[in-house]
């Protein structure tokens, strides 16, 4: 009976802003968060990821390498970004073949949301469950598979 | 170096019923869940959510402030209820701009599902990875984004 | 006040092959993990399912009963697997209504995708938020809700 290399979930090497709130478990680190954002339970937040001040980031989600997220924006429950398109049929191998993802400010992301490496304006709400495939340039709610303009803003 | 305010995932306030089990971690505070229901790992459930009898509800999902859930239901894995749809282009910011959800009896919710403020009649099936938009009035089985009909049972 | 019966999220009784590691928490039972894998945290995978080697399982992702996954596979945040398809209208209530998955080699899931009972050959990609419905035969990178084949490879 072979026995795995375990490792428990853990907060390192992060760089935290003043009053910043986590509840754990979380699994988080090398990443930077901002003044007064909080982190909720069952997250992943990877190396190199930049998170700006009063986030909030929910339960479940997940923030990938090359992500950066700037003040004032709500990151729902089971939120996904992605950095790798698997262009050549299969996950990239190294850091060299992936994407960045890049969200203004006062951006609002609904639950289940998964995001594909884009850049995303100031004040744009993207809807629960809405998969994110295009850069979006132009303030309004985002919704559907893939996420089209539903509603100016 | 700033320090984060930790705080661990927990079962604070919670009204169970007899013969109810949970597999921790979880985050459960305010709640009630009723008799021999069952809930998962990595779920987080706000307070004042009222959940049924022998429901189950599976891992790696989230029940907000505002929902109740009638009996004999099963959440599957990574369903996400909303109570916020940022009318006004940004989290509403306080429980007065929040809306209700009511799911029946015998309702039955696929993983990865999304529901949005809505009232689910009894008897429903939404299927695996379906954002649920608008109330559900009759039994069936609903499935895609947005979900719609697909079965009528 | 009733108490509920408490088990914490645990690896039991899962056959590991060689140098496997694991983010923990996760809870895994009666499954069996191929040579030189992964699992990330926020994992559950129940009894049952085979996993080969080199295989990546990220955090948030669940996979049921009846999955045999192949070698060098990726398996996203946030993927779930499903086994049940309420064919009367709820729960299977039992094992004997429950469908299998199978999915090949070298097949990389994309984040917060779901898969329905399906079959999928190998060297396919499956897109961040598909829900799969069908049986996939032919390479190619398939997306969206319905998941369709979007690309050749």
Redesign the interface.
């Known amino acids: ?9 853990q ?1 390192k090497d ?12 979380v ?1 988080l680190y090398g990443c930077s ?1 901002g003044d007064h954002s909080f982190v ?3 997250v ?1 937040i990877q190396k190199q990821v930049t998170i700006g001040k009063r986030v ?1 980031v ?3 989600s ?1 923030i ?1 390498e090359l992500v950066t997220i700037g003040d004032d924006c ?1 990151i ?3 939120v ?3 950095n790798d398109l ?1 262009a050549d ?3 990239a191998g190294n850091r060299n073949g992936w994407k960045t993802t890049t969200i203004g400010n ?1 951006v ?1 992301i ?3 949301a ?1 995001l ?1 490496p884009v850049s995303v304006c100031d ?1 744009v ?1 993207i ?3 809405a ?1 994110v495939t295009k850069d979006i340039k132009e ?1 309004g ?1 985002y919704a ?3 996420a089209r303009l539903v509603r100016k ?1």
Chains 1, 2, 3 share one sequence.
């Open positions: 009976m072979n026995k795995p290399e375990l490792r428990l979930s907060i992060v760089d935290f802003g003043i009053h910043v709130k986590v509840v754990e478990p699994n968060i909720g339970p069952f992943e909030k929910q339960s479940d997940f990938c709500f729902g429950h089971g996904m970004f992605i698997f049929g299969r996950p006062n609002s609904g639950s289940n998964t594909l004040g709400v809807g629960a469950g998969v303030k709610t559907g598979n893939p803003l």
